[in-house]
């Protein structure tokens, strides 16, 4: 399960501030390429580089921002791999579970067969080199 970090280390708020920075240039860059507005980007920047430069001088200075961004953000990301997780599982595994179903097969040998002894496949017990383990493919 994925959980907040309450208590970050130097180092990622650090990364933090500067992900900050490159994030909301891209961010104003994109808005100013859109409109021809100039105020809002340039507010955007200047607020995302003070507040990353501070994080690079003092990164416990940011801790708070770090925070509460992971606090804002935590609920998208459970929601999106929830709903990523959801789409494999009903795209990609069950299809082909069903498929090999309505087919016959049974890959695993799960089938229950009442006049089996037991459920153990012999494999060949020829002996082999040892040598084999160090090329594995």
């Known amino acids: 399960m994925i959980s907040i ?5 130097s180092r990622e708020l650090r990364m933090f501030a500067v992900l900050l920075m490159v994030f909301f240039a891209i961010v104003a860059g ?4 859109k409109s021809s507005e100039t105020t809002g980007p340039a507010i955007l920047v ?4 003070t507040i990353g430069l501070l994080g690079l001088a003092i990164p416990q200075a940011v801790r708070w ?10 609920p998208i990301g459970w929601v999106v791999s929830h709903l990523l997780l959801a789409v494999i599982f009903f795209g990609v595994i069950m299809p082909i579970g069903l498929i090999l179903r309505v087919l016959g097969r049974d890959p695993m040998r799960k ?7 037991t459920y153990w496949i012999a494999r060949p017990t020829e002996p082999t080199d040892s040598q084999r383990y160090f090329r594995q493919f």
Not at 5 to 9: G, I
Not at 30 to 33: A, D, E, N, P, Y
Not at 46 to 49: F, K, M, R, T
Request: charged share 15%.
């Open 30 to 33: 994109i808005w100013k390429f």
């Open 111 to 117: 089938m229950l067969d009442r006049s089996a002894t």
């Open 5 to 9: 970090n309450w208590k970050p280390s």
């Open 65 to 74: 921002v770090y925070v509460g961004w992971m606090v804002a953000v935590f």
């Open 46 to 49: 200047g607020v995302a580089w």
